[in-house]
């Protein structure tokens, strides 16, 4: 029992393939990448201590737990506290939203 309008629907959805879509796809998901990048420096554990980091190498570019700050490593590393990587991450993560966003336009053109 297929219903004719159904079908129509389901024909609908392949609008989502043309190209066009692609840029706006890439602009809606600029943002939601932000909020991730965000919840992952809270939750994210050492890789080397499997501790809760609690800071950021600015050299290195790498999240730090207690174990990593004071060990010689990174003692004359510049360090950031995670919440103002963060910040940071996101003012940097914005930029590249807006580049994309201008890659995109001008693609369009
Ligand atoms: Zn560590
Ligand atoms: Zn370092």
Known sequence: MVCPECQEVSDADNVNVFPKNLALLNMKKAPIKIQRSSRKSQEQLCKLHDKKVEAYCTQDRQLL?????????HKTHEIMST???SSAEKELLLE??????????????
Do not use: G, M, V
Request: aromatic share 0%; glycine share 0%; with cysteine.
């Open 65 to 73: 737990c207690i174990d990593c700050i004071l060990s010689e490593t």
């Open 83 to 85: 919440q103002k990587a």
């Open 96 to 109: 590249k939203a807006l580049e994309s966003e201008n890659l995109a336009s001008s693609l369009e053109k």
